[in-house]
């Protein structure tokens, strides 16, 4: 399993969050699962490639990049 995004030293995770932004605003997607889904993969493959075009073994996605599931039925 990856490593955790918070073992990472601090200007690598800036490095991650900035390309991260940079996929954001390239493909207009505002949030990771729906990058994924325009990229027909999943949110891990596409962190994971963020990472590794940063130069950084991937690591797991951290839960403050991806949105909580709420229950159906739940405000």
Same mark, same amino acid.
């Given at each position: /399993?990856p ?6 030293? *601090? !200007?690598?995770?800036?490095?991650i969050m900035?390309?991260? &932004?940079? $996929?954001? #605003?390239? %493909? *207009?997607?505002? /949030?990771?699962?729906? &990058? !994924?889904?325009?990229?027909?993969? #999943? ?8 990472? #590794?075009? %940063? *130069? ?13 599931? $709420? ?5």
């Amino acid at each position: /399993m990856p490593r955790d995004f918070f073992e990472i030293d *601090g !200007s690598k995770q800036c490095e991650i969050m900035v390309a991260l &932004l940079q $996929r954001f #605003t390239d %493909s *207009g997607a505002p /949030m990771l699962e729906e &990058l !994924s889904e325009k990229e027909g993969r #999943t949110p891990q493959a596409v962190w994971d490639d963020i990472c #590794t075009s %940063s *130069g950084i073994d991937p690591c797991k996605v951290p839960d403050f990049v991806l949105p909580k599931r $709420r229950s159906p039925g739940v405000d």
